[in-house]
C-alpha cells in the first residue's frame, strides 16, 4: 500500500522560510503528478505548486517567485522551498501525487496527511 508522508512544517516568523517534504513508501512502479495543496481553516484545499513527470511546474499566482516546488526521484520524494513567507501562507499543506502501483495495477491518486504550518511574529 502506498502511503505518503509529509513534515517540516512549523512556526516561522513572517519574511522566513520552510523546507516541505513528502515522502513515498510502498511498492510503486511509477510517479507521475506530485503536487502540494494547502487549507487554511474554513477555506477549501487549493493547489500551491505542481510538478509533472516531465518536469513542468506550475504554481499558484499567490506563491510564484517565493515557492519551488522539487522532486528526488531515487527516494520518490517531492519538497516544497518556500520563502519570504507571510501569514496568509499559514494553512495545513497536503501532498499528492498520482501513482501506478498495486494492487490495481492503475494509475490512482494518494495523499499525504498534512503538515501545518503557521506564520506568525
Known amino acids: 500500500q502506498v502511503q505518503l508522508v509529509e513534515s517540516g512544517g512549523g512556526l516561522v516568523q513572517p519574511g522566513g522560510s520552510l523546507r516541505l517534504s513528502c515522502v513515498a513508501s510502498?511498492?510503486?512502479?511509477?510517479?507521475?503528478?506530485m503536487d502540494w495543496y494547502r487549507q487554511a481553516p474554513g477555506k477549501e484545499r487549493d493547489l500551491v505548486a505542481g510538478?509533472?513527470?516531465?518536469?513542468?511546474?506550475n504554481y499558484a499566482d499567490s506563491v510564484k517567485g517565493r515557492f519551488i516546488i522539487s522532486r528526488d526521484t531515487f527516494t520518490n520524494t517531492v519538497y516544497l522551498q518556500m520563502n519570504s513567507l507571510k501569514p496568509e501562507d499559514t494553512a495545513a499543506y497536503y501532498c499528492?501525487?498520482?501513482?501506478?502501483?498495486?494492487?490495481?495495477?492503475?494509475?490512482?491518486?494518494?495523499w499525504g496527511q498534512g503538515t501545518l504550518v503557521t506564520v506568525s511574529s
Open positions: 510538478l509533472a513527470s516531465d518536469g513542468t511546474t
Open positions: 499528492r501525487m498520482r501513482v501506478l502501483a498495486p494492487p490495481t495495477y492503475t494509475v490512482f491518486e494518494v
Open positions: 510502498g511498492i510503486i512502479f511509477r510517479i507521475y503528478d
